[in-house]
């Protein structure tokens, strides 16, 4: 993937005129130009359209390694003391974090998942929804899944690998539990992000 390089004219900073007379001056803008345009900003390492398809969407546990693959890329997920942590994926560029999201709360406290209680951690086999309106939901893949709990929220994590996909889809799910003096009220929201 190639990013848009916007270079702004050298000569106009202050208002000033190009120091050089005549065509000198664009002759070096369309030199600075043309060097921006061979330099190229790399967003991630998949590059489209490719030749390899990235195929069937496969899931592995081995020992505390949770692994989703498929022929384009694999990653890996690691459970250490009670934590889950991201154990990268080559492919995509993405090197391994102890800390698979966070979040902020009203209060504007920040906390990462790593501060967070993880009570589960599951590979899953996610089925096909022919009737989606999301495309990505057409598909068969598999997942990982992990349940956190912090203060009263409940939080449910997924790593998607969805049948010929590209990439990794991270989801979230909060849900808020809250008791009232003689009686237990459970809030659910759902927040996803694609």
Same mark, same amino acid.
């Given at each position: 993937?190639?990013?848009?390089?916007?270079?702004?004219?050298?000569?106009?900073?202050?208002?000033?005129?190009?120091?050089? &007379?005549?065509?000198?001056?664009?002759?070096?803008?369309?030199?600075?130009?043309?060097?921006?345009?061979?330099?190229?900003?790399?967003?991630?390492?998949?590059?489209?359209?490719?030749?390899?398809?990235?195929?069937?969407?496969?899931?592995?546990?081995?020992?505390?390694?949770?692994?989703?693959?498929?022929?384009?890329?694999?990653?890996?997920?690691?459970?250490?003391?009670?934590?889950?942590?991201?154990?990268?994926?080559?492919?995509?560029?993405? &090197?391994?974090?102890?800390?698979?999201?966070?979040? !902020?709360?009203?209060?504007?406290?920040?906390?990462?998942?790593?501060?967070?209680?993880?009570?589960?951690?599951?590979?899953?086999?996610?089925?096909?929804?022919?009737?989606?309106?999301?495309?990505?939901?057409?598909?068969?893949?598999?997942?990982?899944?992990?349940?956190?709990?912090?203060?009263?929220?409940?939080?449910?994590?997924?790593?998607?690998?969805?049948?010929?996909?590209?990439?990794?889809?991270?989801?979230?799910?909060?849900?808020? !539990?809250?008791?009232?003096?003689?009686? !237990?009220?459970?809030?659910?929201?759902?927040?996803?992000?694609?």
């Amino acid at each position: 993937m190639y990013a848009r390089i916007i270079v702004p004219s050298l000569f106009m900073w202050r208002g000033e005129r190009p120091p050089f &007379k005549g065509g000198t001056g664009r002759v070096f803008s369309l030199l600075v130009f043309a060097v921006a345009l061979s330099l190229h900003v790399s967003a991630q390492k998949v590059i489209f359209p490719q030749e390899q398809q990235a195929g069937e969407a496969t899931s592995a546990v081995v020992g505390d390694t949770y692994t989703l693959s498929n022929d384009l890329l694999s990653a890996s997920f690691v459970l250490t003391d009670g934590k889950l942590t991201f154990g990268g994926c080559e492919a995509m560029g993405l &090197k391994p974090s102890d800390d698979l999201f966070g979040i !902020r709360l009203g209060s504007g406290t920040e906390v990462a998942s790593s501060a967070m209680t993880l009570k589960d951690v599951e590979a899953e086999e996610l089925s096909a929804d022919a009737s989606a309106a999301k495309g990505a939901l057409k598909l068969p893949g598999k997942s990982i899944k992990a349940t956190y709990t912090y203060g009263d929220l409940s939080l449910t994590w997924r790593a998607v690998l969805r049948d010929g996909s590209h990439y990794l889809r991270t989801e979230l799910e909060l849900c808020r !539990r809250r008791q009232h003096a003689g009686s !237990r009220h459970s809030q659910r929201q759902d927040f996803r992000r694609p």
